[in-house]
């Protein structure tokens, strides 16, 4: 089991940033990658960003050149840095860990950006 835990959601103004983390616990050792996935109200979720146990990343077209992932091994802990938020990026944001088994998720942290 792996439990995953976010934060450094909040109201931001249009053109600022904020940093999401996501810490994991359990068996960390399984993780083969994490994502962030968001869904704002009335849509389904997205995958933001995605980052493999080898460190490649991937985006969203929509957050590209805006939002880094990463991720501290030592930590457990997966990072999300958003900048020049838009009012579009106003979301629920989820931490996910996959494994060879399951796929976990974390509690969600809102992001609301306002114009």
């Known amino acids: 089991q792996v439990q995953l835990v976010e934060s450094g959601g909040g109201l931001v103004q249009a053109g600022g940033s904020l940093r999401l983390s996501c810490v994991a616990s359990g068996n960390t050792i399984s993780i083969n990658a994490f994502g962030w996935f968001r869904q704002a109200p009335g849509k389904q979720r997205e995958l933001v960003a995605g980052i493999s146990s080898g460190a490649r990343t991937n985006y969203a077209d929509s957050v590209k050149g805006r939002f880094t992932i990463s991720r501290d091994n030592a930590k457990n802990t997966v990072y999300l840095q958003m900048n020049s938020l838009k009012p579009e990026d106003t979301a629920v944001y989820y931490c996910?860990?996959?494994?060879?088994?399951?796929?976990?998720w974390g509690q969600g942290t809102q992001v609301t950006v306002s114009s």
């Open positions: 996910n860990a996959l494994n060879a088994l399951e796929s976990y």
